[in-house]
T-cell receptor, first 114, second 109 residues
Framework: DVKVTQSSRYLVKRTGEKVFLECVQD?????MFWYRQDPGLGLRLIYF???????EKGDIPEGYSVSREKKERFSLILESASTNQTSMYLC?????????????FGEGSRLTVL | GQQVMQIPQYQHVQEGEDFTTYCNSS?????IQWYKQRPGGHPVFLIQ?????EVKKQKRLTFQFGEAKKNSSLHITATQTTDVGTYFC?????????FGPGTRLSVLP
């Protein structure tokens, strides 16, 4: 079974802190994604990557950056956390081939910024 | 960016009743996926529809893709308490998937 592991289930940070959210997948998937989920808004794409060292902006990239140095790992970085970044963050991966494969999600990281 | 509408936002049904959620786009889709998220869980893939007019069934679940590939529906026959959760459609416009806001289903025993 595909496993997507997110490093932290719950985090509490203060405004202005730098936040790292780590995601690792164990099925050799080319594609990895970071979403945030807020009530009533569904899942919104922050960044995605179709290959190592490659990254593309999603629909809401402002305030975020990503890193993909290794195929299995995709990190989301909040350079200076703000209260409006309090949310559930979901990492996902899929096989190569663009947007036509099943997305496998991690358990999510619930971030609270005070 | 592209937006995907999904209705209803909430649905409360008595166990045994049917349930339908609808997903609509103003532009033609490449394909569409459906996901289920249980309370406290993460989204889990249910199905992908690619062809115009396609209908797929999974036990009590029936998925349909519109003829114009602009809308889709998920129908659950005779709901059970295990069907509780939020159902999301994810529409592909070519590069990535855009998720609908979801329909939260409650099933009263």
């Amino acid at each position: 079974d595909v496993k997507v592991t997110q490093s932290s289930r719950y985090l509490v940070k203060r405004t202005g802190e730098k936040v790292f959210l780590e995601c690792v997948q164990d099925m050799d998937h080319e594609n990895m994604f970071w979403y945030r989920q807020d009530p009533g808004l569904g899942l919104r794409l922050i960044y995605f990557s179709y290959d190592v060292k490659m990254k593309e902006k999603g629909d809401i990239p402002e305030g975020y950056s990503v890193s993909r140095e290794k195929k299995e790992r995709f990190s989301l970085i909040l350079e200076s956390a703000s209260t409006n970044q309090t949310s559930m963050y979901l990492c996902a991966s899929s096989r190569a081939g663009g947007p036509s494969g099943e997305l496998f999600f991690g358990e999510g990281s619930r971030l609270t910024v005070l | 960016g592209q937006q995907v509408m999904q209705i209803p936002q909430y649905q409360h049904v008595q166990e045994g009743e049917d349930f339908t959620t609808y997903c609509n786009s103003s532009t033609t889709l490449s394909n569409i996926q459906w996901y289920k998220q249980r309370p406290g869980g993460h989204p889990v893939f249910l199905i992908q529809l690619v062809k115009s007019g396609e209908v797929k069934k999974q036990k009590r679940l029936t998925f349909q893709f519109g003829e114009a590939k602009k809308n889709s529906s998920l129908h659950i026959t005779a709901t059970q308490t295990t069907d509780v959760g939020t159902y999301f459609c994810a529409a592909s416009y070519g590069q990535n998937f855009v998720f609908g806001p979801g329909t939260r289903l409650s099933v009263l025993p």
